[in-house]
């Protein structure tokens, strides 16, 4: 489903402070796959992510969806096959507009905008019947302004948005850091929920290595710019936080010393 | 009552470019400065075309034009060559005044290709049914600027105008969702310099010429419009929005109208008085907070 191949990006290359922040990294994904990825700050997953959402572009290498090379497509142009929530909750949705707003731009995901109203009454019922899923509330208040939403709601109001409509690809860039264990327990619940229900291929970044081993089908850590690991199926079912420890020590040949990637 | 009427029609007049000045800074939240370019541009080419003999209604409608593509040059310098927005305002504003002298042949045209007696105008099928010219120019003006206003809430209803109210919010948000957020903006600057050029060639209109040094500070005169608007109606919808900033316009009018009244003042002091109008508005939250906590200290 995703084709990730060769990915090499250098930013500010020239000055001292040029990085290689990504280094011939190379991947696929299969259709319905759940992959968490982890690894330390500055290992590249964010790039990674966002070569692939088209905010940035690589310096060599493709990325493809579906077959579809979409290395120089636009973002707004690729956006038709990716879903994605952000880590800010507040990067997800437009504070200004109503629930129902939101979600109708976010229907539309892959059309061109004309002159019909921007929302229909058949619509709302299916956006009612979509938020009740959430079990937040959000059903009865479609015409809320998101700015009155708590960062929980938001995201998880980004993660319907991201998946209204079916994307190819989700891209999930540790969409719970910013919320409390209790709401980002609740939100990666129904994330499960939601690509589970719809069999979404899923690249989902996390800090926590318990949630890594937890979800998903398969799970991948970088280091500097290239990813050390890729288990899936029985083998990752089977790691643990310990196994995933040493791993890191030996493929980078030093201690953990990354508290974000310790234990939470 | 005379000062109530002109202070009307000019505030019927202004509310038009004001709703563009909204569309700028309070709806796409880029402080375009074109809009000081396009007034003119608005005025310019009406004078320019009414003078010549053309059609008044069609030479509106070229001014409207003309005020669109100044939006389009300020659009195209933000979003394309990724110059910050409010210096593409800038450069447009700036181009604007060589190309309004351009447009008028000399600084300053008036309006009377009829001889001396008569000018002729988009009001004067109205005072040929027997109106007064400023009842004409009141209903007349009125009738625009609820069609604007109607048509423009209209299209920021459709798939179009909400992806425009988006950009506005969370740019980052409006293309995962797979728009275009440059069509966007330049669009949204295209509708609102749009507005301003026809309020630029109704003003023209109503006072009978053009002139090159007519629209400096027509921004403070929007934002003024505006943020009255906010401040005395705190509009939440986007069509109570349109109505208070049509009434904060006629309203900013008879504030000038009446600070103008008293004997001292002269008709140049209104960009001052315009100033602190806006000035205290701006205050106007900071001086309730403070004023409650005052109240509040006295009651205790
Ligand atoms: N726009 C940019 N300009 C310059 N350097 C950048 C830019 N974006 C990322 N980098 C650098 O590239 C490296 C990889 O960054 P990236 O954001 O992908 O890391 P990450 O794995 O997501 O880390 P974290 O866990 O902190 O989010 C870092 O060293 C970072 O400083
Ligand atoms: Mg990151």
Redesign the interface.
């Known amino acids: 489903m995703l084709n990730i191949e060769n990915i090499h990006i250098t930013f500010e290359p020239g000055t001292p402070i040029e990085k290689h922040a990504l280094n011939g990294v190379s991947l696929s994904l299969e259709r319905g796959d759940y992959v968490t990825v982890i690894g330390g700050n500055g290992a590249g997953k964010s790039t990674l992510l966002n070569i692939t959402a088209g905010t940035l572009f690589p310096d060599k290498g493709m990325v493809s969806v579906d077959g579809v090379n979409i290395t120089h497509m636009p973002e707004y142009k690729r956006a038709q096959y990716l879903g994605r929530v952000f880590q800010d909750p507040r990067r997800g949705t437009a504070t200004d507009m109503s629930i129902e707003e939101n979600l109708a731009l976010a229907y539309r995901r892959g059309k061109t905008r004309g002159m019909r109203w921007h929302i229909n009454n058949k619509e709302r019922g299916f956006y009612q019947e979509r938020l009740a899923t959430l079990e937040l509330g959000l059903e009865n208040r479609l015409s809320d302004k998101v700015g009155l939403l708590s960062g929980g709601q938001r995201q998880a109001l980004s993660l319907l948005m991201a998946t209204l409509k079916e994307p190819k690809v989700l891209l999930l860039d540790e969409h719970t850091a910013a919320l409390d264990p209790k709401t980002a327990k609740k939100v990666l619940e129904l994330t499960n929920k939601i690509v589970n229900k719809y069999n979404l291929t899923t690249m989902m970044v996390t800090h926590n290595m318990r949630d890594a081993l937890k979800n998903g089908n398969r799970l991948m850590m970088m280091y500097e710019g290239n990813i050390i690991l890729d288990v899936k199926g029985e083998e990752k079912a089977n790691l643990t936080v310990q196994d995933l420890l040493k791993m890191f020590e030996t493929a980078s040949g030093e201690e953990m010393a990354s508290d974000r990637m310790l234990l939470t | 009552m005379l000062i109530i009427q002109g202070a009307v029609s000019l505030g019927l007049i202004f509310s038009l470019m004001a709703i563009g000045v909204f569309l700028s800074f309070r709806i796409l939240k880029m402080p375009d400065l074109s809009v000081e370019g396009s007034i003119i541009l608005g005025a310019g080419m009406a004078a320019r075309l009414v003078a010549g003999g053309v059609n008044p209604f069609l030479a509106t409608a070229f001014a409207m034009v003309i005020g669109c593509l100044a939006g389009l040059v300020s659009g195209i310098l933000h979003t394309k060559l990724k110059i910050p927005g409010i210096l593409s305002g800038i450069l447009t504003m700036v181009a604007s005044y060589s190309i309004v002298i351009r447009i008028m042949g000399t600084s300053n045209v008036p309006l009377l290709p009829h001889g001396p007696q008569r000018v002729v105008s988009v009001f004067t099928f109205l005072t040929d049914a027997g109106l007064s010219r400023p009842n004409a120019i009141i209903l007349f003006s009125l009738v625009i600027v609820i069609v604007a206003s109607s048509l423009l809430y209209c299209?920021m209803?459709?798939?179009?105008?909400?992806?425009i109210?988006?950009t506005?919010?969370?740019q980052?948000?409006?293309?995962?969702?797979?728009?275009?957020?440059d069509v966007m903006i330049i669009a949204c600057l295209m509708l609102s310099n749009g507005l301003v050029a026809l309020a630029g060639a109704l003003w023209a209109q109503q006072q009978g010429f053009a002139s090159v040094d007519m629209g400096i500070g027509t921004i403070v005169v929007g934002l003024a419009s505006v943020i009255i608007a906010e401040v005395l109606f705190r509009p939440r919808m986007f069509w109570t929005s349109l109505i208070a900033i049509v009434i904060g316009s006629i309203i900013y009018r008879l504030i000038i109208a009446l600070a103008l009244s008293v004997d001292f003042m002269r008709p140049t002091d209104l960009r001052l008085v315009t100033a602190i109008i806006v000035t205290i508005a701006l205050c106007m939250p900071l001086i309730r907070e403070k004023g409650a906590k005052i109240f509040a200290r006295r009651v205790k």
Not at chain 2, 157 to 163: H, N, Q, R
Not at chain 2, 172 to 181: E, H, K, L, P, Y
Request: hydrophobic share 35%; charged share 15%; glycine share 18%.
């Open positions: 299209f209803g459709t798939e179009f105008g909400s992806a109210r988006a506005g919010n969370n980052q948000m409006v293309r995962a969702q797979g728009i275009n957020t």
